[in-house]
């Protein structure tokens, strides 16, 4: 078989797709606007295999347009230069032209930029694919031409129907809890569960349990580390800590690490998490918490998962104060209302002769040898109720 399955399988029609009911199912926009022909310029950002690319294409079986695709990875301004000349003589036929540029993300400032004009005069209508949050990875000028449809990872059940599809039209004798596996082993992604699926059918072996593991190997973990998903773990992962919740806590993790996440960011974010959430309750933590730091700094990974596993799971574990991180913000609001005051002159060194003649220490109270009692170490002139009202 020298056509992909994926391409074999994909559906032409809005009816035959499978999953994202949200978007896609019966009485939703997506589907009205094919149906009446009016479709307006659009991204669709999804994980993965979840139909973005499968959408676009069902858009232009079923649209009155001529369909033209680009991938960002292979093209550039010169293609899109290509792309309006021909998309001004359909004008003049009256015929509307659909773009549609997988993985837009890809594209730089000056290329999307490119866009905008043919997009607000209708020339082009645009449909973008991407695996990032469009706020991060889309000009902000093109984002607001566009409409967003979020697309999410398949259910079991989508993809077991899909799993069916391509069972009968492989011939391929399958058992119930051996599709199922694909399905789990797929983290709803229908273009790995249909290569799991394929591997299967070229292997020529008996199908079983054990051969499914093997080809598949691990799941695909989608991860952006400089979009949303990267900061939607680490948010998850500070939380579960906050929450004592060390089970989750190391679960989310190992779901970074396997990702490939920088040891170095995930130890610094913990030393954060150790002052923050943990603070004077356990001082011992912020010493953890570093130690785990200077372990991923000396010896990386995978050496070094283990000494994160340890921290979090301390973390998670240790009792919790925020009364370090509010008296720090306490602070700052009253820096923010009073400025720069000046430091008490008898709190001030003396270095010179001069200083010292314009009573720079003087009637200074030495602590450990004299009773400070009465002694101000705060400036004249806060302002901030809050802060007076801070007891440490």
């Given amino acids: 078989m020298d056509i992909p399955l994926a391409h074999i399988l994909r559906p032409q029609k809005l009816n035959d797709f499978v999953g994202q009911e949200k978007i896609a199912g019966p009485n939703t926009w997506l589907k009205s606007v094919i149906e009446k022909d009016q479709l307006t310029s659009l991204i669709f950002w999804g994980p993965p295999g979840v139909g973005k690319t499968t959408l676009a294409h069902i858009i232009s079986k079923e649209t009155k347009t001529e369909f033209i695709s680009l991938s960002a990875v292979s093209s550039g301004i010169k293609d899109l230069k290509e792309i309006i000349t021909r998309a001004e003589e359909n004008r ?4 509307k032209t659909i773009l549609f540029i997988d993985e837009i993300h890809r594209w730089n400032k000056a290329q999307q930029d490119a866009l905008l004009p043919h997009i607000e005069n209708g020339l082009l209508i645009l449909i973008g694919a991407t695996t990032e949050n469009p706020s991060f990875s889309v000009n902000s000028a093109l984002l607001s031409r566009l409409k967003v449809l979020i697309l999410e990872n398949l259910e079991e059940e989508h993809l077991l129907k899909i799993i069916n599809r391509a069972v009968k039209e492989l011939k391929l004798e399958m058992g119930a809890r051996e599709k199922r596996l694909i399905a789990n082993l797929s983290a709803g992604d229908a273009r790995r569960a249909l290569n799991i699926v394929e591997a299967v059918f070229k292997s020529g072996e008996k199908v079983d349990l054990d051969l499914i593991k093997k080809l598949a190997n691990k799941p695909q973990l989608f991860y952006d580390k400089n979009g949303e998903e990267h900061y939607n773990l680490i948010s998850a992962l500070h939380k579960s800590i906050r929450g004592s919740d060390a089970k989750a806590s190391l679960y989310w993790l190992v779901r970074m690490i396997e990702s490939g996440e920088d040891p170095l960011y995930i130890a610094r974010r913990l030393i954060r998490f150790a002052s923050e959430d943990i603070g004077l309750a356990n001082n011992s933590a912020l010493m953890i918490a570093n130690q785990a730091f200077e372990a991923c700094a000396k010896i990386g990974l995978p050496e070094c998962s283990l000494a994160l596993a340890q921290a979090v799971i301390y973390l998670a574990k240790s009792k919790k104060s925020i009364a370090v991180y509010k008296a720090y913000n306490l602070t700052m609001e009253e820096i ?19 200083m010292k003649d314009i009573g720079y220490g003087k009637d200074y109270k030495y602590t450990p040898e004299e009773n400070d009692e009465g002694q101000a170490y705060l400036p004249k002139g806060l302002r901030s109720a809050n802060f007076k009202k801070l007891t440490l």
């Avoid at 003049?92 to 015929?95: E, H, L, P, Q, Y």
């Avoid at 923010?336 to 001069?354: D, E, F, I, M």
């Fill in 336 to 354: 923010n209302q009073s400025g720069s005051l000046s430091v008490p002159v008898y709190l001030r060194n003396a270095p010179t002769k001069l």
């Fill in 92 to 95: 003049r036929f009256k015929k």
